[in-house]
Antibody
Framework: EVQLVESGGGLVQPGRSLRLSCTGS????????MSWARQAPGKGLEWVGF??????????EYAASVRGRFSVSRDDYKSIAYLQLNSLETEDTAVYYC???????????????WGQGILVTVSS | DIQMTQSPSTLSASVGDRVTITCRAS??????LAWYQQKPGKPPKFLIY???DLESGVPSRFSGSGSGTEFTLTISSLQPDDFATYYC?????????FGGGTKVEIK
């Protein structure tokens, strides 16, 4: 059974940093792209960032709202994907979800499994 | 960036009703569209990919259609477990974007 478990969330002051981790199990982690999405309280889903599998270069993509502040990385040996959140703003308060991304051709990706999510609250 | 617009934002329906949700893309995305279901306090659940292909295990009362810029999610006979919020998401290119969601509530 595929499982994704997020950790590292919590309360942080504006301008500070936080690193989220997503531990995957039940599948060959290194074969899949991994992604992060978020959901502000009472709002819809927003895609945040993405890292391709090593087979597709391990490169990353970001939403404009977080580019330059957030970064996604992966450690395939530990089966962990990371989301580094820097220069946090109150508008970054949200539940952050880790997702596994499926592709047919290495260019088109959608999300077939989601973690339970972890809350990040940015407040002074 | 490609914008995704869902309608309606809220839909009131009864058990047994046929329900249709529309998702429009600001430019053509061919058939690169996924649908998700989310219940309160839970992560989204993947339903459909490539506009009309049902994920394994998803009940056959769910179906998707469309291509280009207009897509629909249909629930042929609404069941109690289907009351939830539904999101479309394009994956034609980066950045990936979700629609604003459609809440299906009990009439």
């Amino acid at each position: 059974e595929v499982q994704l478990v997020e950790s590292g969330g919590g309360l942080v002051q504006p301008g500070r940093s936080l690193r989220l981790s997503c531990t995957g199990s039940g599948f060959t982690f290194g074969d899949y792209a991994m992604s992060w999405a978020r959901q502000a309280p009472g709002k819809g889903l927003e895609w945040v960032g993405f890292v391709r599998s090593r087979a597709y270069g391990g490169t990353t993509e970001y939403a404009a709202s977080v580019r330059g502040r957030f970064s996604v990385s992966r450690d395939d040996y530990k089966s962990i994907a990371y989301l580094q959140l820097n220069s946090l703003e109150t508008e970054d308060t949200a539940v952050y979800y880790c997702t596994r991304a499926l592709t047919v051709d290495g260019a088109k990706y959608y999300f077939d499994h989601w973690g339970q999510g972890i809350l990040v609250t940015v407040s002074s | 960036d490609i914008q995704m617009t869902q309608s309606p934002s809220t839909l009131s329906a009864s058990v047994g009703d046929r329900v249709t949700i529309t998702c429009r893309a600001s430019q053509s995305i061919s058939g690169w569209l996924a649908w998700y279901q989310q219940k309160p306090g839970k992560p989204p659940k993947f339903l459909i990919y490539k506009a009309s292909d049902l994920e394994s295990g998803v009940p056959s009362r769910f179906s998707g259609s469309g291509s280009g810029t207009e897509f629909t999610l249909t629930i042929s006979s609404l069941q109690p477990d289907d009351f939830a919020t539904y999101y479309c998401q394009h994956y034609n290119s980066f950045p990936l974007t979700f629609g604003g969601g459609t809440k299906v509530e009990i009439k």
